[in-house]
């Protein structure tokens, strides 16, 4: 969907969009790339969070909505994108409807521009990228894509809509086995998942660290 077909209902979402953005999000620019994001700590948030997915989907804009879980226990549900180009979208989108925080996006979008823009895929990486997302460790994709960084790997899988991972298989379960005593952070490391997802298997496959408050250091 282009801009210019935006109609009203489009538009008043996106007026919503913009003051909502201003008092929940972010936009960054560091040394490990681009991201814009929202928070928000309660499990309606998270369905809001997908609204704002859905509804950004239309602009051919791939984001991925997520539970970030911290050390605090002060979890979270985060909406993020992480690729220049989509976050240029939403904030072409968003920009005209921006009351505080303008000049901010403005500075920061002109520093994107100075940016080396980012690799285009080939038909070799993406029927890899396919062929392998939901198999092996995202540790060993990025390793095998080094064209390519980590955001721009999770952002071309969510646009393949091959970003939702279902199923663990033998090899990853049989590593869970074989690491009962392992802490948490080197087993995500080494899986490529999540932590919560870890955690989440652990317990279900009852191989998890007798003592769990001392696997979670």
């Not at 859905?54 to 909406?79: G, H, P, R, W």
């Not at 285009?120 to 894509?145: A, C, H, S, T």
């Amino acid at each position: 969907m282009d801009i210019s077909e935006i109609n009203e209902n489009d538009k008043e979402f996106l007026i919503w969009l913009a003051g909502f953005w201003e008092g929940e999000g972010s936009f960054g620019i560091g040394k490990t790339g681009r991201y814009f994001n929202i928070a928000q700590s309660k499990k309606r948030g998270k369905k809001i969070l997908n609204e704002i997915k859905t509804f950004l989907i239309k602009f051919d804009i791939a984001s991925e909505v997520y539970k970030n879980i911290q050390k605090n226990n002060n979890n979270c549900y985060m909406y993020r994108t992480g690729n220049t180009e989509d976050i240029k979208k939403i904030f072409d989108l968003i920009l005209p409807y921006l009351k505080f925080r303008k000049i901010e996006v403005i500075e920061k979008l002109d520093k994107i521009k100075n940016i080396k823009p980012q690799r285009r895929w080939n038909e070799k990486e993406i029927k890899y990228l396919i062929d392998n997302y939901n198999f092996i460790p995202k540790k060993e994709i990025v390793k095998n894509l080094e064209r390519h960084t980590q955001w721009s790997i999770w952002s071309k899988a969510s646009q393949l809509k091959i970003s939702n991972r279902k199923f663990w298989n033998d090899e990853e379960i049989e590593f869970l086995k074989n690491n009962i005593d392992t802490p948490i952070n080197e087993i995500v490391k080494s899986l490529g998942r999540s932590r919560c997802a870890v955690l989440n298997k652990r317990t279900k496959t009852g191989f998890a660290h007798k003592n769990l408050q001392e696997a979670l250091r």
